[in-house]
């Protein structure tokens, strides 16, 4: 059966999403889009598994997710390296990720064990709610809600979003303080 | 403190905030992370999303097209 065209758009209407999914699950533009292209072919040949009517989003982020992991469980200890391949992205393409938040953002996603990092992407970047975020995972919805928490934290730790100081009025004005300072 | 939670009832029970003060506290805090968290991750996200779609892709659609017209038919 021929791909209809209606599938064909949702397919390019996606290619921008899909990308910033996978960068953010890699960390490296190159593997990065070798993953989409993977996932979009994937999707092609696939196309009458496809349920008209369903998210087509949520089916393409799906595939590109399986594909990710059946990559990594390939590759093996190659992959392994994630806090490698994010600082080796950082040299490669510097002109991508302009300036210091990209970088910072890219590292500390990094840093993150990998369900964590997904959950947490596609919940507070991709803008699933908790129910799709967990159908795409194969998870429950609670495996999700927590895995995004843990990472929320650990996010905010190491880009240090959020400190002890954080808790009490003393915030306002360390921070007040704080930028002062950067700023004079 | 109890001020600051109007909106939250569990808080005006003395007995049970002074037990989950912590859980409060952190829940709190949660809410300032995730919104801080939440935006730059979505302007990380966005800035990948902006860029132009490379041409391997447009290239691959018109591959994956003629196969499907061409192809068996």
């Known amino acids: ?184 | 403190m109890a001020k600051d939670h109007k909106d939250k009832p569990d808080d005006m029970n003395v007995a049970s905030d002074a037990a989950s003060v912590g859980d409060g506290r952190s829940r709190r805090l949660d809410k300032s992370v995730q919104t801080a968290i939440g935006t730059r991750l979505r302007a990380y996200y966005d800035e990948v999303a902006r860029e132009t779609i490379p041409d391997r892709f447009v290239e691959l659609l018109k591959q994956l097209d003629s196969k499907d017209t061409g192809g068996k038919a």
């Open chain 1, 1 to 184: 059966m021929k791909v209809s065209d209606e599938f064909r758009d949702g397919l390019i209407e996606a290619i921008p999403s899909l990308r910033a999914f996978a960068f953010s699950l890699i960390g490296r533009p190159d593997r990065a889009d070798d993953l989409v292209q993977e996932t979009l072919t994937k999707a092609w040949a696939h196309h009458q598994s496809f349920t008209p009517g369903t998210k087509l989003k949520a089916w393409l982020y799906t595939i590109l997710r399986n594909e990710f992991y059946s990559q990594m469980r390939k590759k093996g200890r190659e992959v392994e390296d994630v806090d490698g391949a994010y600082s080796r992205n950082l040299a490669v393409h510097p002109e991508q990720l302009g300036h210091l938040d990209m970088n910072d953002m890219n590292r500390a996603l990094g840093k993150l064990a990998a369900d964590q990092r997904e959950a947490l992407i596609l919940v507070a970047a991709s803008g699933f709610s908790y129910e799709e975020a967990a159908e795409i995972c194969g998870v429950a919805v609670g495996t999700i809600k927590s895995r995004v928490n843990r990472a929320r934290n650990r996010l905010a730790e190491t880009l240090g979003v959020a400190g002890e100081t954080d808790y009490g009025p003393d915030a306002t004005s360390e921070a007040a303080i704080a930028h002062t300072v950067l700023h004079k």
